[in-house]
């Protein structure tokens, strides 16, 4: 099973927010199949955190 993602995710740095956001855009970028939709769904919720935590 993979890891819980939290509701909110600490982003105390333009950089921090920058390597989250470079992860979010790759995963974005793959074909939407069967295969990647749950890698594309957990980009979104965690993507989602880490705005949420601001900073």
Do not use: H
Not at 15 to 28: D, I, M, N, P, R
Not at 36 to 41: F, G, Q
């Amino acid at each position: 099973m993979p890891p819980v993602i939290p509701d909110k995710i600490p982003c105390d740095s333009f950089e921090k927010f920058q390597e989250e956001f470079a992860t979010f855009s790759e995963v974005l970028a793959l074909p939407e199949t069967e295969e990647t939709w749950d890698r594309i769904a957990n980009a979104l919720t965690r993507f989602g955190a880490v705005v949420k935590g601001g900073g």
